[in-house]
Antibody, heavy 121, light 109 residues
């Protein structure tokens, strides 16, 4: 079955960088686009970014554009989110999620358990 | 990339039906038949309940149904059960981005 496991979260100071990862298994990772979605404490879901199956296309939410970079290593079945110039408002649980079967960019139902990123001095 | 609009809360008694609305624009809900609904219990990852406006993934109860008209989508839960108490989020494809609603807290009285 599809398994997505995020890691790399933690406490980081404002203005610093952090990279979170998502290890995928149970499906052909290189055939699927992947998303990052975040959820601030006590708040709703916010879409962050999408990367195509081969990494050639990447799109970002306006709130993170220019600061965050989504990437993937299909040889390692791993998705990444590099977060630079972090702000307090980036504090959230970060989820990776697979696209819906049959689509390139539509968010689907396979999500990881999330990793918490806390931006605080 | 404006959020979709959902009511903050709804409630119902066991056995009753409730409907959650989700209003977007002609750039998202109104332009694509790609509305999804997610259920989220506290501390858990979201669970897909509806995709492509009306379809249920395998394993999701047929008490959950959904529809769309123009720029507004709706989720209906019939025969409310205690386990349905959760937060519900609508979600729409919007071209190169994805947009969520603010979430609706369902309380089963």
């Amino acid at each position: 079955q599809v398994q997505l496991v995020e890691s790399g979260g933690g406490v980081v100071q404002p203005g610093r960088s952090l990279r979170v990862s998502c290890a995928a298994s149970g499906f052909t990772f290189s055939s699927y686009g992947m998303h990052w979605v975040r959820q601030a404490p006590g708040k709703g879901l916010e879409w962050v970014a999408i990367i195509s199956y081969d990494g050639s296309d990447k799109y970002y939410a306006d709130s993170v554009k220019g600061r965050f970079t989504i990437s993937r290593d299909n040889s390692k079945n791993t998705l990444y989110l590099q977060m630079n110039s972090l702000r307090a408002e980036d504090t959230a649980v970060y989820y990776c999620a697979r696209v819906l079967e049959g689509y390139s960019y539509v968010l689907g139902g396979d999500w990881g358990q999330g990793t918490l990123v806390t931006v605080s001095s | 990339q404006s959020a979709l609009t959902q009511p903050a809360s709804v409630s119902g008694s066991p056995g009753q039906s409730i409907t959650i609305s989700c209003t977007g624009t002609s750039s998202d809900i109104g332009n694509y038949n790609l509305v999804s609904w997610y259920q989220q219990h506290p501390g858990k990852a979201p669970k897909l309940m509806i995709y492509e406006v009306t379809k249920r993934p395998s394993g999701v109860s047929d008490r959950f149904s959904a529809s769309k008209s123009g720029n507004t989508a709706s989720l209906t839960i019939s025969g409310l059960q205690a386990e349905d108490e959760a937060n519900y989020y609508c979600c729409s494809f919007a071209g190169i981005s994805t947009v969520f609603g603010g979430g609706t807290k369902l309380t089963v009285l």
